[in-house]
């Protein structure tokens, strides 16, 4: 909005708005009849803004930290599996087919099914999982993306 003549500050931006006089021509007159012209940013509604993007922000990171944890729990798992079973196949316990595990892995981490598994695939998950967890979270999921990223990130 603007305001002839008040000045107001945003609280949350901590920013005091800028006073301007427009110049018309040579005659270095103001355009606006000598009046001050002030932009200005109503505080209820920076704050009500901000407070929805800082609790999608925060839900966002905590989901991106558990989403980082519960994948390294499931690497570890995985990887403890694969030693296991080559174990058991190097003393003759057990006959695996590592072909037909690679072929339901690749399904199931293939989500476009092109065929290989690209940035597509990863751009296609965190599309879906973005989805599940702010179906019904309204002007709160605007900073969720950006909290799961920086989340799955630390």
């Known amino acids: 909005m603007l305001f002839a003549g008040k000045r107001r500050t945003a609280a949350l931006c901590m920013i005091e708005p800028t006073t301007f006089r427009p110049r018309m021509g040579g005659s270095g007159g103001n355009s606006l009849g000598g009046r001050t012209v002030v932009a200005s940013v109503d505080n209820s509604a920076v704050v009500s803004g901000a407070g929805s993007l800082t609790f999608g922000g925060i839900m966002g990171v905590c989901c991106g930290r558990f989403a980082r944890v519960l994948g390294e729990t499931a690497a570890v798992a995985i990887g403890a599996?694969?030693?296991?079973?080559?174990?058991a196949c190097l003393k003759g316990y057990a006959e695996v087919k590592w072909d037909a595990i690679e072929k339901d892995?690749?399904?199931?981490?293939?989500?476009?099914?092109d065929g290989k598994v690209d940035r597509h695939d990863a751009s296609h998950a965190l599309?879906?999982?973005?989805?599940?967890?702010?179906?019904?979270?309204?002007?709160?999921?605007?900073?969720?993306?950006?909290?799961f990223l920086l989340g799955l990130k630390r």
Do not use: C, K, W
């Open 127 to 147: 599309r879906s999982t973005t989805r599940v967890f702010t179906s019904n979270m309204g002007a709160s999921a605007a900073g969720f993306t950006g909290g």
């Open 105 to 113: 892995v690749m399904y199931l981490l293939d989500r476009n099914h």
């Open 81 to 87: 599996m694969f030693v296991i079973f080559q174990l």
